[in-house]
Nanobody
Framework: QVQLVASGGGLVPAGGSLRLSCAAS????????MGWFRQAPGKEREFVAD????????YYADSVKGRFTISRDNAKNSMYLQMNTLKPDDSAVYYC???????????????????WGEGTQVTVSS
């Protein structure tokens, strides 16, 4: 059974930074792409970034390119999202997600993901 636990959220001022973590368990982590999504109040969930099973390929939403960096450590069964130059519009609950099959090329497609963590709240004050 796949379990995803996101952590690292908090309250930061605009321009600040946060690093989110996602701990995964239940299967061979290094064989699966992983992704980050977010949902703000009253808005639909949206893609933020994802990373291939090897970590060699990454994909970002235009809104976070140049500010956010996704990475993973397969030895630690963990994925990360370094968020810099945060804006109030980045405020949301951030979720980590995983697809059902190994070696899936996801490229930001939410339909590729079936496993979701509970989310961690990020609030950026203006």
């Amino acid at each position: 059974q796949v379990q995803l636990v996101a952590s690292g959220g908090g309250l930061v001022p605009a321009g600040g930074s946060l690093r989110l973590s996602c701990a995964a368990s239940g299967r061979a982590f290094g064989n699966f792409a992983m992704g980050w999504f977010r949902q703000a109040p009253g808005k639909e969930r949206e893609f933020v970034a994802d990373i291939s099973w090897s970590g060699r390929s990454t994909y970002y939403a235009d809104s976070v390119k140049g500010r956010f960096t996704i990475s993973r450590d397969n030895a630690k069964n963990s994925m990360y999202l370094q968020m810099n130059t945060l804006k109030p519009d980045d405020s949301a609950v951030y979720y980590c997600a995983a697809p059902p099959r190994a070696f899936t090329i996801t490229q930001g497609r939410e339909s590729s993901y079936v496993y979701w963590g509970e989310g961690t709240q990020v609030t950026v004050s203006s």
